[in-house]
């Protein structure tokens, strides 16, 4: 699956890396601060030209650090952060619907029980 965002003038082509360990990091990072996971997410999935020179072995392969990392270098290019978030958003859902598939989501709904109606 691929998607196409708009960061400034550049339209921007977004795939989900094939790395499972690199998707599984970013997507866990998001609880510890969903911003920089977004920019991971970012650039990770960013495919063809214009992509942040960054790369995430440089950032000790740490999702956080290489999110900040992404956002500030777009920023200092003078892209808009509200740009470079929801794109990250639509990045983040491309690697978080790689990972998490109908059976997934069926065994987890069937695992809860059903509360049962008390009496008080």
């Known amino acids: 699956m691929s998607e196409t ?17 690199i998707r ?12 920089r996971s977004f920019g991971a997410a970012l650039g990770a999935c960013w495919r063809g030209l214009g992509r942040p020179k960054i790369k995430y072995a440089r950032c000790d392969y740490n999702p956080l650090k290489y999110g900040g990392e992404v956002i500030d270098e777009l920023l200092d290019r003078g ?6 978030i929801t794109a990250g958003g639509v990045a983040f859902n ?7 598939g109908e059976k997934e989501v069926a065994e987890v709904s069937d695992f809860t029980e059903q509360k049962e109606d008390s009496i008080s």
């Open 5 to 21: 965002v708009k960061i400034g003038e550049r339209e921007v082509s977004l795939s989900a890396p094939a790395s499972l360990t």
């Open 94 to 100: 491309l690697l978080a619907a790689d990972l998490i």
């Open 24 to 35: 599984h990091e970013i997507v866990s990072a998001a609880g510890d601060n969903w911003r």
């Open 79 to 84: 892209e808009d952060i509200s740009e470079i």
